[in-house]
């Protein structure tokens, strides 16, 4: 998947702590969304950012979750006050215009 | 929503062109249709994407009908490992670019 990388691959978090995923495009890449897949069920999208702005939210939960593409480092998909329901496999994808390449996801399981 | 139609499921041989079809008849006219597949537990893939022209590339060759209503993805020698969901996306040039993902077509390669 062309050099998306994602970490961690698998995260554990018991009901109540903080999810931290992280996200670095593509060399070059300054776009970037995030994507939740829940076991057995289609992507979702979440969130469309580019360096240091939130262009496209929509589908965001409105409470807990946050993410950022600051204009050094990678973007960040944190999940405040985890629960069950949040457990899913969430994808990171960057574009440099035309063709959106994914990651490999995270696997956050909430025990 | 998912402006695509596409069969739940469809199955073919190891060795022959698998030919999967997608309907996208309310398609705008600055519209793209992409594919992309998501292997099991894997990030999806980019496969091609087209506006009216067919293309081909090393992956799948991408037939567009002249009205653009609907399109099939073919696979010229399908493989075992071609056994995926593969996801037919109509994609807006608007500001956000995002990618609307279906329930796809859970395409089974037999040996």
């Known amino acids: 998947n062309a050099g998306v990388m994602q970490n961690p691959r698998h995260l554990v978090r018991r009901r109540g702590q903080e999810a931290r995923l992280r996200c670095s495009p593509m060399?070059?890449?300054?776009?970037v969304y995030w994507y939740r897949q829940l076991p057995e069920e289609g992507l979702k999208f979440m969130v469309y950012?580019?360096?240091?702005?939130?262009?496209?939210e929509s589908g965001m939960p409105k409470e807990r979750f946050s993410a950022e593409f600051p204009k050094e480092g990678p973007s960040i998909l944190r999940i405040q006050q985890v629960v069950r329901g949040d457990s899913a496999a969430y994808f990171c994808?960057?574009?440099?215009?035309?063709?959106?390449?994914f990651g490999e996801g995270s696997w956050l399981t909430v025990v | 929503d998912a402006k695509t139609t596409q069969p739940p499921s469809m199955d073919c041989a190891e060795g022959r062109a698998a030919n999967l079809p997608c309907n996208h008849s309310?398609?705008?006219?600055?519209?793209?249709v992409y594919w992309y597949r998501q292997i099991h537990s894997q990030g999806p893939q980019y496969i091609i994407h087209?506006?009216?022209n067919n293309e081909t590339n090393e992956m799948a060759s991408l037939i567009i009908t002249e009205d653009r209503k609907s399109s099939t993805l073919i696979l010229p020698h399908a493989t075992l490992r071609d056994t995926a969901v593969y996801y037919c996306?109509?994609?807006?040039?608007?500001?956000?670019?995002?990618?609307?993902f279906g329930s796809g077509t859970r395409l089974l390669v037999r040996p």
């Open positions: 994808a960057s574009a440099p215009g035309n063709t959106i390449y």
């Open positions: 060399k070059g890449h300054s776009h």
């Open positions: 950012l580019q360096k240091e702005n939130i262009i496209d």
């Open positions: 309310t398609i705008s006219g600055n519209e793209y």
């Open positions: 087209g506006l009216k």
């Open positions: 996306i109509v994609r807006a040039m608007d500001s956000s670019y995002k990618l609307i």
